[in-house]
């Protein structure tokens, strides 16, 4: 492979810096009215480089603080007059630095108020210019102070609507030629005002696809040349479109890497020309939505890291939930949200979790992606199933944590197995102990406190901090109820016991037991696409799988402390765990995170979400590259008021008990290094459950 053919990220990195520093530059001279805007383009290719850090943070920030102006808007540079591009530009580069703090929203958000027409339209500025690049910028401003209910986004869309041409395309005002970077505003505007249908899909994305010449680069319209900035305007419309697979991606990678200056950093509009921070940019930011050069994916929409997003997301969420803190106890398992911490328990830090749509893996064979090597053109659902599980991989070797959402779960299968869970735990204690576990049958019911009391009192003697010892001296305050169905048409899978006369909870059960199965499959994909396997490479360990569903109930404490534990230290065993929080009982997980600080787990009021853990197995077959993270549960009630009842549904995903688990080809170590020898699942589960009964209190049971 040339050298041309790879991304010289170390050179692009000191480019950009080396750019931002040189105050003297013609360049920097030429860029002296978008200053703000460049500051975006070069912070945002080194966040996507992996080296943001090499800015400071401060220095960048007061810079963008003194480009605020008094009517709310901010200005390209010091002194100058605001503008809705400067305004966009500032709110990104305060979220790419996580310093949104910095921003005085209600006024941003009366700025942009102020700039619209009663068309629908937007105005750049106080003197009147109106053009579909402003429509964007208000409504991804709006978007990104989750605000979009602060302008009058169906009239800004209908306004879009009239820019639309007979080609498809759009253009800056009604009756403006199709232009590709008006293109990426207008859809991107659809696309954030979730209105993609006004669009016409297919048309345009033909016109799109066009814009490919044959030296692999696009154009912004026929008959122009080629030009790298396009490789963001037309790739991230059709990413939007779901059409990115209409282009040759990699005769497009082609051209962008052909574009660099190899030796210098940076890169241009076209092979040879000089380099500027624009293109720079724009050629990184292609190269993510190709799913390249491992370039971490960026929002089409918003133009910025998915990880940023997501950050924002939380934040979001976080003061939405700070806002209503609904505690709806015991009831629902969709509604949760409280951010409270545990006084004592550990430094108060936000939900650090990520929240992944398992779209792309919905309703597929599993045929379309994952076996593509360059030459393989990147297919429709491709682009989006690598997005997934390129933030899978970052989440399972970072947090071990990710939450779900469009997960293919119904709504009535959890509800009708939440409910028979309550049921079951409100029979008598003796119906229960009916089909208790024991030696020959590892499964079913088990009473408070089972679980660690030797630990508990092993920590008691120890003397250790008053808030831990009073949190352990009572054992773990719960029951739980275990079922292992096993795979369907698996004739040797176990016989489950259940309760006498409980019909019902059998088929609820059931239905559930084989949704979370196929469920599992579906992550195990993403897991194989995350680590660079065919898609489908788990497939096979899941013919017979032991998985296992547990419901934990937590009875009402009449004298609850705060901080009291309510599940001890533990980390799963199996592949991975699949949870279902219900009532008010996801403000009370906490994960370890790697320096020993506790992270509350928060989830979003009503949101329709699974939480995922991975468990020791997983660790152990990705050779430690994935983290199976130390988690508990802890009481939030202060005072003398009684805490509620709580409950959560656990799937513990366990593969072929006969499965061989050794290093994953592509998790061997640069040195060629396996941590572990080969162990079968079984044996790995047999060997966890030994540890926990002799008393070992990280470790919990599956
Ligand atoms: C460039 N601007 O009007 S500009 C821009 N262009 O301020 C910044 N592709 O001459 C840089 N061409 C380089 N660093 C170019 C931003 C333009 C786009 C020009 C360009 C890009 C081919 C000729 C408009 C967002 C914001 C602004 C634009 C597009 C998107 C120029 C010419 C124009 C401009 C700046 C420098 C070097 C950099
Ligand atoms: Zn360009």
């Known amino acids: 492979m040339s050298r041309e053919m790879s991304l010289v990220r170390e050179a692009h990195a000191k ?34 480089l992996g080296q943001l850090h090499t800015l400071d943070r401060e220095f960048v920030v007061n810079f963008v603080k003194s480009c605020a102006q008094p009517n709310g808007g901010y ?17 990104q580069v305060l979220a790419l630095f996580d310093a949104m703090d910095e921003l005085d929203e209600d006024a941003v958000m009366q700025y942009v108020q102020s700039l619209q027409n009663e068309d629908g339209s937007f105005k750049g500025d106080e003197w009147g210019e109106v053009d ?3 429509s964007y910028c208000a409504i991804c401003c709006s978007s990104l102070l989750g605000r979009l209910d602060q302008i009058n986004l169906p009239r800004a869309l209908a306004y879009i609507k009239q820019c639309e041409n007979f080609d498809g395309g759009f253009g800056c005002e009604p009756g403006g030629e199709s232009h590709a970077g008006q293109v990426f505003t207008c859809v991107g505007a659809l696309a954030i005002g979730d209105s993609l249908e006004l669009c016409s899909g297919e048309t345009l994305s033909w016109w799109l696809c066009e814009r490919q010449t044959p030296g692999g680069g696009l154009n912004g319209r026929p008959q122009k040349d080629a030009d790298v900035c396009y490789s963001w305007w037309v790739l991230s419309s059709l990413t939007l479109l779901r059409r990115a697979s209409w282009v040759d991606a990699s005769a497009l990678r082609a051209f962008i890497l052909g574009c660099q200056d190899v030796d210098d950093g940076g890169i241009s509009d076209k092979p ?10 724009f050629g990184i930011a292609g190269l993510s939505l190709l799913g390249t050069d491992g370039v971490p994916p960026i929002d089409a929409a918003h133009a910025l890291p998915v990880s940023v997003m997501e950050r924002l997301k939380r934040r979001r969420e976080r003061r939405a939930a700070a806002a209503t803190d609904a505690h709806t106890a015991g009831a629902a398992p969709t509604a949760a949200g409280s951010t409270a911490a545990v006084e004592g328990a550990g430094e108060r830090t936000g939900d650090g979790v990520p929240t992944v749509s398992l779209k792309a893996f919905l309703d597929d064979d599993g045929c379309g992606g994952g076996g593509g090597g360059d030459d393989d053109e990147v297919g429709v659902g491709d682009v989006a199933k690598r997005r997934v599980a390129a933030l899978w991989d970052a989440a399972c070797k970072d947090v071990g944590f990710v939450k779900i959402v469009d997960h293919g779960v119904p709504a009535e299968i959890v509800r009708a197995c939440w409910r028979s869970a309550t049921d079951f735990f409100d029979r008598p204690i003796e119906e229960k102990r009916a089909v208790a576990m024991s030696d020959d049958y590892p499964y079913g019911y088990q009473g408070f406190g089972s679980e660690h009391l030797a630990a508990s009192l092993e920590e008691e003697k120890n003397g250790d901090s008053a808030a831990q010892t009073s949190a352990v001296q009572t054992g773990d305050p719960k029951e739980l109820f275990n079922v292992c169905i ?5 004739a040797d899978a176990p016989t489950p016991r259940w309760p006498r006369q409980s019909e019902e909870m059998q088929a609820a059960w059931t239905e559930y037991y084989r949704h979370l199965s196929s469920l599992s499959s579906r992550l195990l994909r993403v897991c194989a696409l995350a680590l660079g396997l065919p898609e489908t490479w788990f497939d096979a360990y899941m013919t017979r799988h032991r998985s296992v569903i547990r419901a934990i109930n937590y009875p009402a404490d009449e004298q609850p402390s705060r901080g009291q534990l309510r599940a001890s230290t533990h980390t799963d065993y199996g592949a991975f765990t699949v949870l279902r929080l219900g009532g008010a009982s996801a403000d009370g997980l906490q994960l370890m995170r790697r320096d020993g600080s506790w992270i509350d787990v928060c989830l979003s009021s009503g949101e329709d979400c699974f939480v995922i853990n991975l468990g020791d197995l997983m660790a152990r077959w990705t050779n430690d590259r994935w ?13 003398e008021e009684r805490s509620s009842r709580r409950q959560s549904i656990a799937f513990f995903c366990n593969v072929n008990m006969d499965a061989k688990i050794a290093c994953i080809p592509t998790c061997v170590d640069a040195q060629g290094g396996e941590k572990y020898p080969p162990i079968t699942a079984g044996e790995h589960l047999l060997k966890k459950h030994w540890q926990t009964m002799a008393g070992n209190p990280c470790k919990s049971s599956t």
């Open 132 to 134: 579909t690049r402003f």
């Open 486 to 490: 096993g795979a369907s048409g698996d």
């Open 627 to 639: 983290v199976s993270t130390p988690h508990r549960v802890v009481n939030l009630t202060t005072g």
């Open 75 to 91: 200005a390209g540079n010091v002194g100058h007059d605001a503008h809705l591009l400067y305004t966009l530009s500032a709110i």
């Open 272 to 281: 040879g020309d000089e380099p500027d921070v624009f293109h720079t940019f």
């Open 15 to 48: 480019y950009i810096c080396r750019v931002s520093a040189q105050s003297d530059s013609l360049e920097f001279a030429l860029s002296e009215h978008l200053r703000l805007s460049g500051v975006y383009w070069g912070a945002c290719a080194l966040d996507l």
